[in-house]
T-cell receptor
Framework: DQQVKQNSPSLSVQEGRISILNCDYTNSMFDYFLWYKKYPAEGPTFLISISSIKDKNEDGRFTVFLNKSAKHLSLHIVPSQPGDSAVYFCAAHDNNAGNMLTFGGGTRLMVKP | NAGVTQTPKFQVLKTGQSMTLQCAQDMNHEYMSWYRQDPGMGLRLIHYSVGAGITDQGEVPNGYNVSRSTTEDFPLRLLSAAPSQTSVYFC??????????????FGPGTRLTVL
């Protein structure tokens, strides 16, 4: 049973508009959440993270929101740019599991010019 | 500074063959790990190492072996390849930063097909 789920396998957005990528989790022991971005034929690269003691973290055009009671987090990209087109993975850290992460299945974002 | 490198980029094996996927990092990172990526499944941890000489199993270790004789290298061995091991394999490394979670740096991946 997947502990981290990204229920939308793909998302298409017009350039300049907002992209919202969602992630749900089941393990209440997760204490840190990360978003990774992956281009074709490359490895994932770290994008932004949030601690479970916060509900929002912002970095330029990227904002991650965390709703602990709903076990839900989302990544907002505003404004979306064609270069943002990639697969986005949500990942979660369990404080009892060392440095390792549990990943969601990924959402492919396509930003149309 | 090459970061995390993986070889080969692509590989086709027949069922029962063995091979080693190579991973090297030049950032002097203590932690290294191997993931596999399958459609809709995200990345799943196979094995990891917290330092030279120390390895442990992840979520999906069966059919794979690892060793860590140096800080730089973390090879992944498939002893007897099976079609279920067809996947994209990523190696990652990180270093303790004092934060709750350390940023992992990923290699470009190896696409493996087992016929």
């Amino acid at each position: 049973d997947q502990q981290v789920k990204q229920n939308s396998p793909s998302l298409s957005v017009q350039e300049g508009r907002i992209s919202i990528l969602n992630c749900d989790y089941t393990n209440s022991m997760f204490d840190y959440f990360l978003w990774y971005k992956k281009y074709p034929a490359e490895g994932p690269t770290f994008l932004i993270s949030i601690s479970s003691i916060k509900d929002k973290n912002e970095d330029g055009r990227f904002t991650v929101f965390l709703n602990k009671s709903a076990k839900h987090l989302s990544l907002h990209i505003v404004p979306s740019q064609p270069g943002d087109s990639a697969v986005y993975f949500c990942a979660a850290h369990d404080n009892n599991a060392g440095n390792m992460l549990t990943f969601g299945g990924g959402t492919r974002l396509m930003v149309k010019p | 500074n090459a970061g995390v490198t993986q070889t080969p980029k692509f590989q086709v094996l027949k069922t029962g063959q063995s091979m080693t996927l190579q991973c090297a990092q030049d950032m002097n990172h203590e932690y290294m790990s191997w993931y596999r990526q399958d459609p809709g499944m995200g990345l799943r941890l196979i094995h990891y190492s917290v330092g030279a000489g120390i390895t442990d199993q992840g979520e999906v270790p069966n059919g794979y072996n690892v060793s860590r004789s140096t800080t730089e290298d973390f090879p992944l061995r498939l002893l007897s390849a099976a079609p279920s091991q067809t996947s994209v394999y990523f190696c990652a490394s990180s270093s303790p930063s004092g934060r709750a979670v350390d940023t992992q740096y990923f290699g470009p991946g190896t696409r493996l097909t087992v016929l």
